[in-house]
Structures are given as C-alpha cells and as structure tokens.
C-alpha cells in the first residue's frame, strides 16, 4: 500500500473512532479523548525524539511531565503573601547557598591537583554548605507551611497568564534533563533506562513531599486557565440565549465549548512542534543523529561529537514532556503529584511510540491517539463484555462477581496484547520509519 494512502487511512480511523464515541456515547467524552489525545500524540513526539532519533532509552518521561506540571503552579498561581513574609527570602537564599556549595566543590575538583588536599577541601566545602543550607532552610520552610496550611502553606506562584507556563514547564524540564544528561549519558542503554526511572521517582517524591513548593500531595486547585470556567459561562446571559438557540442547556455547552477551546490550543501547538520535527529529520542535523544512532563509532571516526549530541536531543526531547505536562496540568486545572505513575505516563507513553512507529513522527501522533482512544475505552467495553458473559448467572453469584470486579484490568490486558500483536506482525509500527 501506498505510505501516503496507509497515513490517511489510519488517520482517517481514528477520526472515526473520535466521531463514533460523540455520536455513540455523548461529545464531552469526545473532545475528552481528543484533548488527551493531543497531548498524549505530543509526549509521544518527544520521546520519539530521543529514541527514534538517537537511540537513547528514556525511562524517565513522568519526571518530566511532573515539572511541567509544576511549572504551571509557579508560574500562574498568585504568590501567598504571608508565606513570603514567614520565610520566603530565607529559603531562596538557603537554596542559593546550597548551589554556590556544589559549584565550590565542583571548582575545587576541577583546579586542585588530586589528592589528600583535595579530599579535605572537598568534605569541608560539603559539610560547611550542607550544615548553612540546613540551619536556613529547615526553619524558613516550617514557618512556610504553617501559613493557612489548609488552603496555602505554600509560597504560591507568580501570578502570570498560564500560558507562558506551557515554556517555562518546556524550560523547567530542559534544565532538568541538562543536569541528568551531564551524569547518565555516558552509562550504557539498559544502565541509563534505570538512572532515569530512579531520578524520575525522585522528582516526584520531592514534589509530594515539599508542601512548600506546591502544596504536595494536599494538591494545588483551581489554577488559572485560558479559558472561562465553565460556571461563569453558565452565568453569561448571552452565552445561555446563544446555547439556547443551538438547542444546548447551558451547562453542556458551557462544557463542550471549554473542551473545543483546548481543543484548538493543543492542536495548534501540535502542528508546530510536528513542523519543527518534521524538518529537524530530513534536515543535515537529523541524518547525523540517525547516522549516531544507527553506528556511534562510526560517528565519531567522522569528526562527530556523540556525547554533545545524545545530549542535545535528550534535552530537546524532554522539553517537549515537560511542555505536554503543563498544558494536562493546565487543562486538569489541578496539579495532583500522586497521580503521576509510570504506569501511565512512562509505559502508556513508550507503547504509543512503539506501536505508532520508532522513528516517524506521523507515527507517534498516530499513536498517541489511538493508544489513548482504547486506555479509554477498554475498560467500559471491558465491562460490557463481562456483563455480556456473566448474563446466564444469579445476581450475588462469586465468579460474576469476581469476573465484574475484574473488568479494570482489561486496560493492561489489552496494552499487553497491542504490544504482543504489534511485536509479532508489526514490529516496526504502524507507521515505520522511512
């Protein structure tokens, strides 16, 4: 078959599976799909980046997706100020102290010859900024805390319009994947692919535990959106007349037009990061990082930095995570640190990628989307099937109860069967790279 007749055909299936949940099911669950989809198809991008690209097994996407997420609180959240009187100013310092100790350190193993000397300077710098960063930090962060703790207790934000968070969790995430890649790039692929899942973790602890920092696992809601809240639409006279002419009640079209506005956000967004992909890969610098992946020692025999460059896309790569991450956090409008499992947003992310295609950035799209349409959609059509099975049984019997109570599960069933059919019959994806 034709490739550019395969595109459109799948493309053209997810579209229908879309307009079959609204015409079937109902248009809220519809644009549901199709928002998560977009953001979904966008992580896929980035992780195609750094493993269709250049072949480096990240294993740490919901690290990245997390401090977008945070990113949005940091930046759109108003600042608390009786937080920042109790002890803002003395944390940021305490912080600063702890970063100027690590640069020390790293200045003095840098320009000292090795030896007991160094050895000496080196735990005292540590120990001396370790015990100054504690004696700041430790006071200055229960006093925060203690400010209002059921609705603040924390230094809040800097009040800006969200969107500029959807960069800066871009950056945020950048600058992570900077200081990472300076450490784990150098480790061997299955060695690396355990460095990230570990410092992704730790990300995540650090945003469940410091209430300081956004609330922790007390969450952060009602964040600031793009777009009215669906209440205050239902407010508007004139959008209740106008919902009203198109046959609405106010509430469902309050709902559907929120959706619809994200929908055009995300899409928009979409497009410009497949045009920039799309011309990074048949531009000189993508055939070099495929040239990377496909034969590093050749690479380097060439002249090419290899090092500089796995760095380069890993960053790149999770900057795009980072990104995804404030806009879902943006559109959820709550930042929930305890949901981020890599269940969902390491493993759902990497079968998008394999099963839409390693390589082709159409393919991830494609992927994101039609992965995220049967997260979705199994377990409701798991359950149908359970009642459907379990029809010929007495209510209370053990078995329908059990094989009803099991109807969840078909989620990871059904992941694990996509990914042993692709594997067999398709091992390249749907949409493998050219």
Not at 262 to 268: D, E, K, M, P
Not at 397 to 419: D, F
Not at 424 to 431: A, K, N, V, W
Request: glycine fraction near 12%; charge should be positive; hydrophobic fraction near 55%.
């Amino acid at each position: 078959m034709n490739d550019t007749v395969k595109t459109t055909a799948l493309f053209g299936l997810v579209a229908v599976l879309i307009l079959g949940t609204g015409f079937f099911q109902s248009w809220n669950s519809a644009l549901g799909i199709l928002n998560m989809g977009l953001i979904s198809a966008i992580m896929a991008m980035g992780v195609n980046l750094q493993w269709g690209f250049a072949g480096l097994f990240n294993v740490g996407i919901m690290g990245f997706v997390g401090l977008g997420g945070l990113a949005t609180v940091l930046v759109s959240m108003p600042p608390v100020p009786a937080a920042w009187a109790a002890g803002g100013v003395n944390i940021w310092v305490a912080l600063l102290v702890g970063a100027l100790s690590l640069a020390a350190v790293i200045l003095v193993r840098s320009r000292m010859p090795q030896g007991n000397l160094r050895a000496v300077v080196t735990w005292v710098l540590l120990i001396a900024g370790f015990a100054i960063y504690r004696s700041l930090f430790d006071p200055a962060r229960d006093a925060i805390e203690k400010v209002n703790p059921a609705l603040e207790g924390y230094l809040g934000g800097l009040g800006l319009p969200v969107l500029l968070a959807w960069p800066v969790g871009g950056l945020l995430a950048a600058g992570a994947a900077w200081i990472i890649g300076k450490t784990a790039l150098g480790l061997r692929s299955d060695y690396l692919a355990i460095a990230t899942l570990g410092i992704a973790e730790i990300m995540i602890a650090i945003m469940k535990n410091e209430d300081w920092l956004a609330r922790g696992v007390k969450n952060v809601n009602g964040l600031p959106r793009p777009l009215p809240y669906e209440i205050d639409l239902q407010a508007d006279p004139s959008f209740v007349e106008k919902a009203a002419s198109f046959g609405l009640d106010p509430v469902t079209a309050s709902t559907l037009y929120v959706k619809l506005g994200y929908s055009v956000l995300f899409t928009i967004v979409l497009l410009i990061i497949l045009f920039l992909m799309q011309r990074s890969l048949h531009s000189p610098w993508g055939r070099m990082m495929r040239a990377i992946r496909d034969n590093e020692d050749a690479a380097r025999a060439m002249g090419k930095n290899v090092t500089r460059r796995h760095l380069q896309i890993f960053i790149l790569g999770s900057a795009i995570c980072g990104l995804a991450g404030a806009m879902m956090t943006t559109l959820d409008g709550q930042l929930t640190p305890g949901t981020y499992q890599p269940l969902r947003y390491t493993f759902l992310i990497w079968v998008m990628v394999i099963v839409g295609g390693s390589g082709n950035n159409l393919g991830a799209v494609l992927g994101g989307f039609l992965i995220w349409f049967l997260w979705v959609q199994v377990e409701p059509f798991g359950r149908w099937l359970m009642e459907l099975v379990t029809a010929g049984m007495e209510p209370g019997n053990a078995l329908r109860e059990h094989l009803l109570a099991s109807a969840a599960h078909m989620r990871l069933l059904t992941m694990g069967l996509v990914m042993l059919v692709m594997l067999r019959f398709s091992p390249r994806g749907l949409l493998p790279e050219k």
